[in-house]
């Protein structure tokens, strides 16, 4: 189970971080919007997309911050990246970006950041960071590091997401989970980090490979 106490610190120095106006942002309480994003991060249709999951992505950005230019940004669009998350929608990412164009704003964070937050958490809809974009890398490799996961944490991370998915019949998930393992497995590379290739990539093709081999029995 995720530490909600040290997410919620996590939130506090994340945001106080963030802030460049202190004398505007002191009027304002960080912990009201921790509170409501930990509250969607609970909601009951999630299965993967969780607090647990959100305090591995977080953990994983730690491991990655020497190679981003913007960490707090980074630290910040992983609270927002599955904020939204309703399974039979497309849209999460995009509504997810724009409830951070609308919550960071009043948190005062200021627009730049704010800006870069939000581009971060559109970008996760496809995880294909540019080769200069050294925050999307950092955010992309955290958000897909499960995929490097041991074996039976890599079970226990596909079984959640077929339960978010349960509203899809059977054979219709297989083929379409056997669908996205393939582009994975036919990009040149899953992770763009140095650490991410050096430590995950192996790894998570195989756990891919795995997968997919299990799906076509």
Same mark, same amino acid.
């Given at each position: ?6 997410? /919620?610190?996590?939130?506090? /120095? ?60 980074? /630290? ?73 996961a041991p074996p039976s944490a ?22 379409g989970r056997a669908a996205i ?34 799906l076509s029995l």
């Amino acid at each position: 189970m995720a530490d909600l106490e040290d997410l /919620r610190s996590r939130w506090l /120095r994340t945001l106080l971080a963030a802030r460049d106006d202190e004398s505007h942002a002191s009027s304002l309480s960080p912990d009201r919007y921790g509170e409501a994003l930990l509250r969607r991060w609970s909601e009951p249709q999630r299965r993967y997309h969780t607090v647990e999951h959100l305090a591995a992505v977080l953990g994983h950005i730690d491991a990655l911050e020497q190679y981003a230019d913007d960490v707090v940004a980074v /630290r910040l669009a992983a609270w927002f990246h599955d904020a939204v998350y309703l399974p039979d929608r497309s849209t999460n990412e995009e509504r997810s970006a724009r409830l951070a164009e609308r919550a960071l704003p009043e948190a005062g964070v200021p627009a730049e950041r704010t800006a870069e937050v939000a581009r971060l958490v559109r970008l996760t809809t496809g995880h294909d960071p540019a080769p200069d974009d050294r925050d999307g890398q950092v955010l992309c490799d955290a958000d897909l590091a499960i995929l490097a996961a041991p074996p039976s944490a890599y079970a226990a991370y596909t079984a959640a997401v077929r339960e978010e998915y349960h509203f899809v019949p059977s054979d219709a998930f297989r083929e379409g989970r056997a669908a996205i393992l393939r582009q994975l497995l036919a990009l040149p590379s899953l992770f763009s980090t140095p650490h991410g290739r050096k430590e995950w990539e192996a790894t998570a093709r195989y756990n891919l490979a795995s997968e997919l081999e299990m799906l076509s029995l």
